[in-house]
């Protein structure tokens, strides 16, 4: 299999679980690229099995993610920023404004109440569970593909899997509809 169709198989499930585990779409995209990117330079390197490709591109994505938000801690926004040079002539020029992100009001749509709620209960899963569910559910990943990712036999797998989906629905339980 060529690189190529690695990617097509796999880059569509990595951006959903991606997004999924709280990245944003265009960060996530960004993670994607930069992940095949990684993947095509060690492309000689590489066996030709698609369990141990996949569990491959998922570690460096969850890697660069990582990195990323290691990154991005480090950076401090402030509300706006003044050229220095403009403070001689007594103008001060607005390079950037009102960088942190306004809270929505309380009328929020049901789309939005939805994914909030669901965003709440993946963090109340233990990371466990959670990189596992995720991982079959969203990333669209087999059994088999998780267990060589994450080093455990495939039944663990199935377990975290169950688990997990057990989890979910205990707390959003309230969100069921009963007939």
Partial sequence: ??????????????TNWLVATGSPYHEACDIVQNTF??????????RSNDADVSGLVFTIARNLRKNLARDNAKLTFV???????????GASAVLSADL??????????????????????????????????????????????????TGVTENLVKVRIHRAKEKLKEILSDLRVTF
């Fill in 37 to 46: 990117l990684k993947v095509w330079k060690m492309k000689d390197d590489l």
């Fill in 1 to 14: 299999m060529t690189i190529e169709d690695h990617y097509r198989a796999i880059a569509p499930k990595l």
């Fill in 79 to 89: 509300p706006e920023i003044r050229d220095s040079d403009d403070s001689e002539s």
């Fill in 100 to 149: 942190a992100v306004q809270p929505s009001g309380h009328d929020a749509s049901d789309a939005e109440y939805l994914r909030r709620r669901l965003s709440e209960a993946f963090a109340k899963l233990p990371p466990i569970l959670r990189d596992a569910y995720t991982m079959f559910q969203i990333g669209e990943m087999s059994i088999r593909e998780i267990a060589a990712q």
